[in-house]
């Protein structure tokens, strides 16, 4: 019943929820300017897109490459990316299955990382393999692999990528166990800023830096920011490598991670958070908009 009353005063969460699972209500141009009518009360503009949000919507339905889905797929993307930047930014992989009982777990380290090719959100980090619960850690996958992560926000690359198993190596920084992400907003091959993201574990902070590490006056709500973070080690590196990795491409987040010093590649994002983030001020949203040249798409594909 508590669900139930939850999807009563918001039909959105129910129009996601179906969504989540396959239930298609609708094409993909209607589901999108629905849930963005939903999340910012206003309508989705297609037809002339300004703002970043906005974009990222029209860039779904507009710019289907066949190599955007080996991008985001969590095991492809290693040997894409590494043919770019090198094997050595590259996280071991520790295997790759089709379902949970293929994996050995005899095989495996102390300490490892679980979790789906396709999707966001199964994962399961393993730091002492005598406490794993098996039992709930195969339920927790299972139904990851069972989701099409496109149709929660139709992000198109997500569609044809195969549900795998990937387990990895256990990363860890000695001086901070969350693991600081470092999300770089690229435009064309143009990085012009840097989300960080840390405390994981605690309260999740998020901040904004140009390419120079100063802090740039605007964020994403709900979570706050922190003004006490070093510039990393490889900055220089992590901006050379996003302008490789990202040339061509309208928008492309590229994001690393800093470990002992150590540069390594995380993932490539061709919608953060599915194009339905605000920012404060709200400026911003057209300012970052202002960045994405869609004549690209066309260009590109000639």
Known sequence: MSKLSKFIKSPLLLFVFLSNRGIN????????????????KKILNLQTPQTFNEKLQWLKLNDRKDIYTKMVDKYEAKSYVSKIIGNKYIIPTL???????????????????IKCTHDSGGLVIVTDKSKLDIKKAKKKINKSLKRNYYYLGREWPYKNVKP??????????NKDTSMRDYKFFCFNGNPYCILLC?????????TFFDLNWKILPFKRPNHSIDTNIEKPHNLDKMIEFSKKLSLNIPFLR?????????????????????????????????KLGNLI???????NEK
């Not at 209500?25 to 910012?40: C, G, P, Q």
């Not at 295997?95 to 990382?113: A, H």
């Not at 840390?198 to 998020?206: H, Q």
């Not at 991670?257 to 949203?285: Q, V």
């Open 198 to 206: 840390n405390d994981r574990n605690t309260e999740l902070k998020e």
């Open 254 to 286: 590229v994001d690393f991670y800093e470990i002992n010093g150590n540069l390594y590649f995380g993932e490539l994002t061709f919608y953060p958070a599915g194009g339905f983030s605000k920012f404060e001020p709200e400026e911003w949203d057209l």
């Open 95 to 113: 295997g790759i299955y089709n379902n949970f009982d293929e994996i050995d777990f005899n095989k495996l380290p102390n300490q490892f990382v």
């Open 164 to 173: 795998r198993i990937i387990v990895e190596k256990y990363m860890k920084d």
């Open 25 to 40: 209500l609708f094409n993909d141009k209607t589901y999108l300017k629905i849930r963005y009518f939903a999340t910012f």
């Open 293 to 299: 040249d869609l004549n690209l798409v066309s260009k």
